[in-house]
C-alpha cells in the first residue's frame, strides 16, 4: 500500500509515467532530497527522541570529544606547514556535532580553536536554518563556522575533511542476480509501485564489479552507492594536506556482498523502527544502504589519499581515551548500573550498542605514514 507525502507520490507517478520504470536510485533520491518535499529537506525532527533514528553525537557528548582529541592531534599536523586548520563537516544534521567539538576544541585546544576554520557542508535550507539557531546563543563559535552547500563552493583544504553517517543516505543503485546482473527499477502499475529487474543503467556499475567482483547466488540483492565514491573523489580533489575521516554503517566489500547479506543492506528508519518497505510513508521515513569502504580506498588512492586505518567505532573511540573517561565518570557515581548518563557512554562502545555497528576509516594526502591515536586498534586496508 502506498503511503507518505501525497504531493511527493504524485511527482515520481508523472516522472514514471513520462520516462517509464526509473532505476530505485532516482526513487530514492526523489523520496529523500525532492527540493520541495523530500524526507531531507522537510522541517520535521528526524535525529534524538523526537525523531526517526539516533546518531552517535545524540547519546553522549562524549562521542564529539573524543572525536576532537582526534581533530587535534590532525591540526597540530597540518600547523606545522599551515596558518590554518580548516574542519569540514559534511552533512551537520542538526548541528550538535559542530556544537560539541568546538566547545571542546576551545576549551582543551585553545591554540587550534585559534587558528580554525570551520565548513559546515549542507545542501538543505531548513537544516541550514536549524543549525544557524542553535549556534546563536555562542558567537565565539559561530564566527568560526561559514556555510556551503557543496564541495565546489569550498576554498582549497589544508585539514581534515570528516562526516558521521552521511554516506549511508546517499542514494544508491539496487541491483540483483536472475541468471546475470540486473538493476532494479521502479515502475507504477494498477495503483501500486513495483520492482522489475533491467539491465544496468550505468556503465559505472559495470565498472565496479570489475574491481570488486561478486560470487552471486540467484536473486542475491545489493546496493551500489556512486554517490559517495564521486564525493571522496571531489573532497580528495580539493584537499591539498590532510586527512578524510569517514564514520558510518558499512564494511569492507567481501563482507558486504557475501551471502550472508543475500537481500542486501537496504533499510528504512522511521520513528526508531526499521523496515524494508521504501515504498510506504515516501518523504517521510530515512532510507539508507551500508558503505562499501573498499571502495572508498580504492577511489581515494587514485587521487593520492592514501589509507591509514580502518577499524570499529568501538576501538576508534577507545584508543583516543573512551574507557578513560568512562571510569573518571563511573568514580563519582553510587549504582553505575542505574545511571542512564553512564549507560549511554557505554552504549558508544558496547559490542551490543553503536561500537561494532559503525566504522571509522581514515585516509591521508600528503602527511606520510603516521599513527593516530585513534588508530591503535585499526584492522586491516582494503587490499587489491
Not at 526523489?30 to 534524538?48: A, C, F, H, Q, T
Not at 538493476?183 to 570489475?210: C, M, N, R, T, W
Not at 568512562?326 to 562502545?349: C, G, N, S, W
Request: hydrophobic fraction near 40%; charge should be negative.
Amino acid at each position: 500500500m502506498i503511503s507518505g507525502n501525497q504531493i511527493l507520490i504524485e511527482r515520481i507517478i508523472q516522472k514514471i509515467n513520462s520516462e517509464g520504470a526509473i532505476p530505485f536510485k532516482d526513487f530514492m533520491e526523489m523520496s529523500l532530497y525532492d527540493p520541495m518535499d523530500g524526507y531531507y529537506v522537510s522541517p520535521r525532527e528526524k535525529i534524538g527522541t523526537k525523531g526517526d533514528f539516533y546518531t552517535s553525537p545524540e547519546v553522549h557528548p562524549s562521542f564529539a570529544k573524543m572525536l576532537s582529541r582526534q581533530f587535534a592531534e590532525m591540526a597540530e599536523i597540518i600547523l606545522k606547514e599551515s596558518s590554518h586548520f580548516d574542519l569540514v563537516e559534511a552533512g551537520p544534521g542538526n548541528g550538535i556535532l559542530a556544537l560539541e567539538l568546538l566547545k571542546t576544541l576551545k576549551t582543551e585546544s585553545g591554540g587550534v580553536f585559534d587558528r580554525l576554520n570551520y565548513f559546515m557542508l549542507e545542501s538543505s535550507p531548513a537544516l541550514i536554518l536549524r543549525q544557524k539557531e542553535l549556534f546563536n546563543p555562542f558567537p565565539e563559535l559561530k564566527s568560526k563556522i561559514s556555510w556551503v552547500t557543496s564541495l565546489n563552493e569550498l576554498p582549497v583544504i589544508h585539514g581534515t575533511f570528516f562526516s558521521n553517517e552521511v554516506f549511508d543516505a546517499f542514494p544508491v543503485h539496487r541491483v540483483v542476480w536472475k541468471k546475470g546482473l540486473s538493476e532494479i527499477f521502479v515502475d507504477y502499475k494498477d495503483g501500486q509501485f513495483i520492482e522489475v529487474p533491467k539491465p544496468i543503467s550505468d556503465p559505472a556499475l559495470e565498472h565496479y564489479f570489475k574491481i570488486f567482483p561478486v560470487n552471486w547466488i540467484e536473486d542475491q540483492e545489493g546496493e551500489v552507492n556512486i554517490n559517495s565514491i564521486n564525493w571522496m573523489k571531489e573532497a580528495a580533489r580539493k584537499l591539498n594536506r590532510g586527512f578524510v575521516v569517514t564514520i558510518d554503517y558499512g564494511d569492507l566489500y567481501e563482507e558486504l556482498y557475501s551471502i550472508k547479506r543475500k537481500k542486501g543492506t537496504f533499510l528504512c528508519y522511521q520513528n526508531h523502527k526499521t523496515n524494508c518497505n521504501p515504498y510506504e510513508s515516501i518523504g517521510e521515513q530515512d532510507m539508507t544502504s551500508h558503505i562499501n569502504f573498499s571502495a572508498l580506498q580504492v577511489v581515494g588512492i587514485e587521487e593520492d589519499l592514501r589509507p591509514l586505518g580502518f577499524l570499529e567505532q568501538s576501538h576508534f573511540l577507545i584508543g583516543l581515551g573512551m574507557i578513560e573517561e568512562i571510569d573518571r565518570y563511573v568514580q563519582t557515581l553510587e549504582d553505575p548500573t542505574r545511571d542512564l548518563i553512564f549507560r549511554a557512554m557505554k552504549h558508544l562502545i558496547h559490542p551490543e550498542g553503536l561500537g561494532p555497528i559503525y566504522k571509522v576509516l581514515i585516509q591521508q594526502k600528503r602527511i606520510g605514514e603516521i599513527r593516530l591515536e585513534g588508530l591503535k586498534f585499526a584492522r586491516g586496508c582494503f587490499q587489491k
